[in-house]
């Protein structure tokens, strides 16, 4: 790397991203033009660009990723069932949204070197329905929404219930643990629609097909390999198994719980599963 050659540099809005930023600028003699995204937490990207340059980036990229990330990422692994109901493979999903967004910032910058600092890190019942099309919800109570505004609604809503709340055990390289309480209050949500209409809807054969490939789109997307045919040859066989899979299922939210109380496929017919009582006082699983 020689003096004064451009380096694009993805990293969070947090305060300490400006340190790195002062040390290859400052220190090193680095043009250094850095790129924030913004993917839904609501942090003021404004400021974050201030402390940048500031610390001597020659330019500070804000990207509101949030509607791109939701569609070109989270949909296709949401619709291949590897999301689990923990949002496990998000981190990757993030990776690789940074991946494309730091690559087409060299792009434009002309810049011959990449770096990145991303990280990973109750009352009333409450009754829904969701509208699922090809797999994928696309509206709530009947209101049609973007995934990500979607998303953002139920997070309110099914938040407010307690539902998606979960503790985990995080374990780090030098032995220390903690306990760690996460959410995804909407992901539970969308899953527990999704499973349960395709559960009556999907041909039998091609679903199983389907989860016996959950494994393959795990791997992946873990070794970095989302931009690639073998991934999209997946989405592919997805789509297929989906394609039938569109309806509204209803459900209600309750002290943490999430329970499908009736569902109805796109032509108003009722698929033949059985329901849970409706009752705010039925004794409802606690997630």
Known sequence: MTMNERLVYACPAAPDAATLVGILSNRHGMDVATVTLDV????????????LLAAGAVRAHLVDATDSFARDFVRPAFLAGVLGDRGSAVGDLRRALVARTVVETARHERAGVVAHGITDEAGTPCSKASSTRAGLSGA???VPMPLAELAESLNTIAGHHGVGRYETIRTWADGRRARVVREAPALTVLQQAREDLEQSLAEPHLLRLQRDLRAGY???LHDGLFFTPARRALDAVVETVLAPVSGTVELILSEGACVVTGRWALDGRAPVLPSVPT?????LAHA
Not at 40 to 51: P, S
Not at 279 to 283: A, D, K
């Open 218 to 220: 795990l791997a992946l």
């Open 140 to 142: 709530i109570n009947g």
């Open 40 to 51: 839904g937490e609501r942090a003021d990207l404004e400021v974050a660009r201030g402390r």
């Open 279 to 283: 009752s705010p006082h039925s004794n």
